[in-house]
């Protein structure tokens, strides 16, 4: 999850000063055990829960953004298990002050990432999101799929009556291949 060693049996973060760090701590220490429980896939995420709660969070707001990963996929009726919701949005600080009340992590600048702007909150699973995606700082050249937008090639899909915006199928496909997730790219093919 990102928390580097500290000594022998702790793991650190240190985090940006941030307004509401001891409620963001506090919700990241109540949904711990089931974050890593999620994380090691001894217990399922229950990342449909967690879209539908981001969903109707941001119908009230003008933010815009799409749904990647495997939730992306599985909201195409491919066969994956989610483990989180990930997502690129217009302006991250905005997604943290509409889901103030579940952040387990504050939106933060990242340096020296996959991306600008990082944040994340847990409704049932974690709910991560990015904005000013720079892919290739991890991930190198190729079809990446946080660039879907700026491509022009979002697709829309029906997910329990919302219309969701999610990267086309061949992106998805590329990534999946060159992450080496076979199971993913059968999935893929099927539904392409």
């Given at each position: 999850?990102?928390?580097?060693?500290?000594?022998?049996?702790?793991?650190?973060?240190?985090?940006?000063?941030?307004?509401?760090?001891?409620?963001?701590?506090?919700?990241?220490?109540?949904?711990?055990?089931?974050?890593?429980?999620?994380?090691?896939?001894?217990?399922?995420?229950?990342?449909?829960?967690?879209?539908?709660?981001?969903?109707?969070?941001?119908?009230?707001?003008?933010?815009?953004?799409?749904?990647?990963?495997?939730?992306?996929?599985?909201?195409?009726?491919?066969?994956?298990?989610?483990k989180d919701v990930d997502l690129v949005v217009s302006d991250a600080v905005a997604v943290?002050?509409?889901?103030?009340?579940?952040?387990v992590y504050p939106v933060a600048r990242m340096m020296d990432w996959a991306a600008e702007?990082f944040g994340c909150a847990y409704f049932g699973c974690l709910i991560e999101w990015i904005?000013?995606?720079?892919?290739?700082?991890?991930?190198?050249?190729?079809?990446?799929?946080?660039?879907?937008?700026?491509?022009?090639?979002?697709?829309?899909?029906?997910?329990?009556?919302?219309?969701?915006?999610?990267?086309?199928?061949?992106?998805?496909?590329?990534?999946?291949?060159?992450?080496?997730?076979?199971?993913?790219?059968?999935?893929?093919?099927?539904?392409?």
């Open positions: 999850m990102g928390f580097p060693p500290s000594g022998t049996d702790r793991f650190t973060r240190l985090l940006p000063a941030t307004r509401g760090v001891r409620h963001i701590h506090e919700n990241f220490e109540r949904h711990l055990v089931e974050i890593l429980e999620q994380c090691a896939r001894v217990r399922q995420a229950r990342w449909a829960d967690g879209l539908q709660e981001f969903i109707q969070r941001m119908g009230t707001t003008t933010i815009d953004w799409w749904l990647v990963g495997s939730a992306a996929l599985a909201v195409r009726g491919v066969n994956v298990s989610p943290g002050e509409v889901l103030d009340d579940m952040l702007w904005a000013e995606p720079r892919p290739t700082a991890l991930y190198g050249d190729g079809p990446h799929e946080l660039l879907a937008e700026s491509a022009g090639r979002l697709e829309t899909v029906e997910w329990r009556g919302h219309a969701i915006q999610v990267p086309p199928l061949d992106w998805q496909l590329a990534v999946a291949e060159a992450r080496g997730l076979a199971e993913r790219v059968v999935g893929i093919q099927r539904l392409m």
